[in-house]
């Protein structure tokens, strides 16, 4: 949420929601500016849709929390499969701490070895995890899918259902 709270009857009033598809849509013209049944919202750089409501700005998918749930959510809220627009229920999940989040993060752009966790060093390949300033490691690997086998039993002790392998 960027902005304060709206109650949950002035939400149902302004807004429907669409679980199954994700979808926010205006209820009204809202002043004649908005057409009926416009999807609501705008997209940020980051990929999250963005829904102002009387000049606040909220995120869709905590919105579509309060509207299912009828409560704010009490920690972050995380995409499952990594696409920050798609905000269907079965999407979404809580999460409760920010190292959960990362766990679910697709690998980085810049991954010379091709996996998530795992980077050469030393000779060897190695993967490693790391959580609240703990990181665990794994070295002396031949290939990177051997040490990607490795980050990701290590990525599943850890993380259990958040952690990703790509």
Not at 29 to 52: D, E, K, M, N, Q
Not at 83 to 108: E, G, H
Not at 128 to 135: D, M
Request: glycine share 6%.
């Amino acid at each position: 949420m960027l902005g304060q709270r709206i109650s949950l009857k002035d939400l149902h009033s302004v807004l429907d929601y669409n679980a199954d598809t994700g979808v926010f849509q205006w209820k009204n013209r809202r002043l004649g500016r908005i057409p009926l049944s416009l999807v609501a919202g705008t997209i940020l750089r980051c990929g999250h849709r963005v829904i102002c409501i009387d000049q606040v700005k909220y995120r869709a998918h905590h919105l579509a929390w309060y509207f299912v749930h009828e409560e704010w959510p009490p920690h972050e809220v995380d995409h499952i499969n990594n696409i920050p627009d798609d905000n269907r229920m079965s999407n979404l999940r809580l999460i409760s701490d920010r190292w959960q989040q990362r766990a679910n993060q697709k690998i980085r752009k810049d991954s010379r070895s091709g996996y998530k966790g795992v980077r050469w060093r030393c000779g060897n390949w190695e993967a490693r995890c790391r959580k609240n300033g703990r990181v665990s490691v794994r070295r002396g690997f031949k290939t990177p899918e051997s040490a990607h086998v490795a980050y990701m039993e290590m990525a599943r002790n850890i993380f259990g259902e958040f952690a990703r392998a790509k």
